[in-house]
C-alpha cells in the first residue's frame, strides 16, 4: 500500500519536473528572434479577433486589456517602489471627467481629449502626490484612499456641479465604436507592456525596487529617492488619465459613481498582486486570470460571484503571497530574469 | 447664522455620533496596534452587528439592546474564528499581504450577506419618539445609542486595562517580540484582540442599526469614516480613536449643518490627508508609526 503511494506520487513528481524543465530549457534556450516571432504571433491573433467574434467577447477582452493596462500603471508605482496606492479610481475618475468634458464642452476630437487627460492627470496627479511620498507604508494607502474619495465627492459636489453636472453625470456619443475602443486598447496595453519591459532592464527599475527592498538604504546608497519616486508617480498617474478616457468611451456616461468607482482601484491592485509585483508578466497574468474568472464566476453564479471572487483572493495571499510569477522563479518553472 | 441654541444643539447631536465612531474605531486602532493589520474587513463587522440587531427585533422582537448580548459574543467568536483560519497565517508576511485578504474577505461576507439577507434596505423602528436634551430635539434613540456607545468602551478600556489578557494584548502591541519572550502566547493574544475588533464593531453596528438604514454594502462608509478618526487620534491609540471620534463627530455635525452631507465627508477626507502629512501619528500616536 504505502510503496505503491510512493511510486504514484514519485512518478508524478517527475512529470512535473519535466514539464517544468522543458518551460524553463525552452525560455533559456529561445534566440531573441524566437522571442519576437512568438510575440508576433500572439499580436497577429489578437488583431484579427475582432473580425471573428461576437460582440460580447469584444467587450470581454477589452475589458481584459483595459485592466491589464491598469495594472501596468498600477504596477509603475506600487509594484516597483512598494508606495502602495489606494486612490487609483481618483486618477482614473480625473482622467475620463477630463476626457470627456474636453470632447462634449471644447470639441476636442478624441486622440487630442486623450492627450490632454493623460497629460493633465500625470501632472496634478503626481503634484498632489508629492507631499503625500513622505509618507510609508499603510499612511500613503491611507492618504491616496482618503484622496480619491475626496475627488469622487468633490465631483458630484454642487461646487463643480458646472464643470462636472453633479451627480446626473454626462452621457456623450463616442466617436469610437467597441472594435475601435479594443484596437486602442490592446495598443496601449502593448506599448505598456514594453515600456514595463525596459524598465525592469534599466537601472531605473532597479532604483525603484531598491527603494522598495528599503528606501533608507537606498538613499545612502546615492538614489535620488524622491526624484525616482516623482518619475514613478508620473508613470502611474499618466496611465491612469489615458485609460480613464478610454473606459468613459466604452462607458459612453460618466457619473462619479462609475468612473470613480472603488472598483479601479481593488481591481489593478488585486491583479499585480497576484501575478506578482514589479514584474513584466505579473500585470498581464493577473489581469487576464482575473477578468476571465470574473466573466466566468459572474455568468455561472451571478448571486455568489463576488463572494466567490473574495475568496478567490483570500486565497492568492494564503497560498502564493508572492504572486505567481515569483513562484514560477522559485520553482524553476522558468529562469530568474528581470524581464519576465 | 450659528445661534448659541443651535450650536448646542450641533454639539450634542456630534457628540452623539461621536461615540458611535469612536466604538468602530478603538477596534479598528486595535487590530493595527496589536499586529500591524488594517482591517478592511472592519466596515463589515459592523454591518453584521446591524443585521443582528435587525433581525432580533424583527424575529423574536427583542430591543436591540438586549440583542447585543447575543451578537457580542456572536462576532467576537467570529472574530476569532477569522483571525485563526486566516490572518495567522499570514501573520510574519507584509502589510500589503494583510490588506489585500482583509479587502477579499471584505467582498465576501457584503456578497454573503446580500445573499442571505437580501439587498432590501431595512431599518429599526426604536423609541423614534423625540426627546429634549440640553435644548437639542433629538429621537430617544440617540441618547441611547450614545449610552450603550460608552457602555461597551468603557467595558473595553476596563477589559485591557485590568484583565490578564488585556496586559498581555498591550504588552504584545508595544513589542510581540519581548511579549513573546515573556512567555506571551502572542498567536492567541492576537485572536482575542481581533475578536474583540469585531465585537466592538458588531456593537456599534447595533446602534447603526437604530440610528440608520441597514443594507449589505453599509461597512464601507462606516471603514472610512474610521480610518479618519483612527489617523487624527493616531493610529494603533486607543484613547485617540475614542477622542477622534467625538471630535469628527462634532465637525461632520457641523458642517452637515452649514454645507450639505456629501461635502462634509469630503471635508473630512481632505482633513485626513491634511493630518497625515503635519502630523503623520495622529495626535495621540507612536511617533514611530509613520513619515520620514
Not at chain 1, 43 to 72: E, K, M, R
Not at chain 1, 207 to 214: E, N, S
Not at chain 2, 138 to 166: K, M, Q
Not at chain 2, 259 to 278: D, P, R
Request: aromatic share 12%.
Amino acid at each position: 500500500m504505502t510503496v505503491a503511494q510512493d511510486t504514484s506520487v514519485g512518478s508524478d513528481r517527475d512529470l512535473l519536473s519535466s514539464g517544468q524543465a522543458w518551460l524553463y530549457d525552452t525560455i533559456v534556450s529561445a534566440s531573441h528572434t524566437q522571442f519576437v516571432g512568438v510575440l508576433a504571433a500572439i499580436v497577429v491573433v489578437l488583431l484579427a479577433l475582432p473580425l471573428v467574434l461576437n460582440s460580447y467577447l469584444v467587450q470581454v477582452l477589452f475589458t481584459v486589456f483595459l485592466f491589464t493596462g491598469l495594472a501596468f500603471g498600477w504596477n509603475f508605482m506600487s509594484g516597483f517602489t512598494g508606495y502602495v496606492d489606494f486612490g487609483y479610481a481618483g486618477f482614473i475618475g480625473f482622467g475620463a471627467y477630463l476626457t470627456v468634458i474636453s470632447i462634449v464642452d471644447f470639441g476636442f476630437p478624441w486622440p487630442l481629449a486623450l492627450l490632454t487627460a493623460m497629460g493633465v492627470t500625470a501632472l496634478v496627479g503626481t503634484a498632489i502626490s508629492v507631499p503625500m511620498l513622505r509618507l510609508r507604508g499603510a499612511y500613503f494607502a491611507i492618504a491616496m484612499l482618503a484622496a480619491a474619495t475626496a475627488a469622487q465627492l468633490l465631483a458630484s459636489s454642487s461646487y463643480l456641479r458646472p464643470i462636472t453636472r453633479g451627480g446626473s453625470g454626462i452621457s456623450f456619443f463616442p466617436e469610437l465604436g467597441l472594435t475601435g475602443q479594443y484596437y486602442l486598447a490592446l495598443t496601449i496595453v502593448l506599448i505598456l507592456g514594453y515600456v514595463t519591459y525596459r524598465i525592469a532592464n534599466a537601472p531605473f527599475g532597479l532604483r525603484l525596487l531598491a527603494i522598495r527592498d528599503d528606501e533608507t538604504l537606498a538613499a545612502s546608497l546615492g538614489v535620488k529617492t524622491v526624484r525616482e519616486k516623482i518619475l514613478g508617480m508620473l508613470l502611474h498617474t499618466a496611465v491612469a488619465g489615458l485609460l480613464g478616457g478610454v473606459l468613459a468611451f466604452n462607458l459612453s456616461y460618466i457619473d462619479p459613481n462609475s468612473v470613480f468607482n472603488i472598483q479601479y482601484t481593488e481591481f489593478p491592485i488585486v491583479m499585480v498582486l497576484f501575478g506578482g509585483l514589479g514584474t513584466v508578466l505579473g500585470p498581464v497574468i493577473g489581469g487576464v486570470i482575473f477578468v476571465v474568472l470574473y466573466e466566468v464566476l459572474w455568468s455561472t453564479f451571478p448571486q455568489a460571484y463576488q463572494f466567490l471572487f473574495g475568496a478567490a483572493i483570500v486565497a492568492v495571499v494564503l497560498f502564493m503571497p508572492e504572486g505567481i510569477v515569483e513562484y514560477l522563479k522559485d520553482n524553476e518553472y522558468i529562469p530568474r530574469w528581470r524581464s519576465l | 447664522m450659528v445661534t448659541l441654541a443651535l450650536l448646542t444643539e450641533l454639539l450634542v447631536i456630534g457628540l452623539f455620533l461621536g461615540a458611535f465612531y469612536g466604538l468602530i474605531a478603538i477596534g479598528l486602532s486595535l487590530v493595527f496596534g496589536v499586529q500591524n493589520v488594517i482591517n478592511l474587513a472592519h466596515g463589515e463587522f459592523v454591518m453584521l452587528g446591524a443585521y443582528a440587531a435587525f433581525y432580533g427585533w424583527a424575529l423574536l422582537s427583542l430591543s436591540p439592546i438586549v440583542s447585543l448580548v447575543l451578537s457580542l459574543p456572536l462576532l467576537f467568536a467570529f472574530g476569532v474564528f477569522l483571525q485563526w483560519l486566516l490572518l495567522e497565517r499570514i501573520n510574519d508576511k507584509t502589510e500589503l499581504a494583510s490588506l489585500i485578504l482583509t479587502f477579499g474577505l471584505a467582498l465576501s461576507l457584503r456578497n454573503l450577506a446580500q445573499f442571505v439577507f437580501s439587498a432590501n434596505y431595512r431599518s429599526i423602528d426604536y423609541l423614534t419618539e423625540s426627546v429634549s436634551i440640553l435644548g437639542a430635539n433629538v429621537s430617544l434613540n440617540r441618547p441611547l445609542g450614545f449610552g450603550v456607545a460608552i457602555a461597551v468602551a468603557a467595558a473595553f478600556f476596563l477589559f485591557l486595562r485590568y484583565s490578564d489578557w488585556g496586559k498581555a494584548i498591550r504588552a504584545t502591541s508595544q513589542n510581540p517580540a519581548i511579549a513573546k519572550a515573556c512567555g506571551i502566547n502572542t498567536s492567541h493574544v492576537r485572536m482575542v484582540s481581533f475578536g474583540l475588533g469585531a465585537a466592538t464593531a458588531g456593537a456599534a453596528g447595533g446602534i447603526a442599526g437604530m440610528l440608520y438604514t441597514i443594507y449589505p454594502y453599509m461597512g464601507l462608509q462606516y471603514l472610512l469614516k474610521s480610518f479618519v478618526v483612527v489617523v487624527i487620534g493616531g493610529l494603533g491609540s486607543l484613547v485617540g480613536a475614542a477622542i477622534g471620534g467625538i471630535g469628527f463627530g462634532v465637525v461632520e455635525s457641523i458642517a452637515t449643518y452649514q454645507l450639505s452631507s456629501n461635502e462634509a465627508t469630503m471635508i473630512a477626507f481632505v482633513l485626513l490627508v491634511v493630518m497625515l502629512l503635519v502630523r503623520p501619528q495622529g495626535l495621540f500616536g507612536r511617533s514611530d508609526a509613520g513619515g520620514e
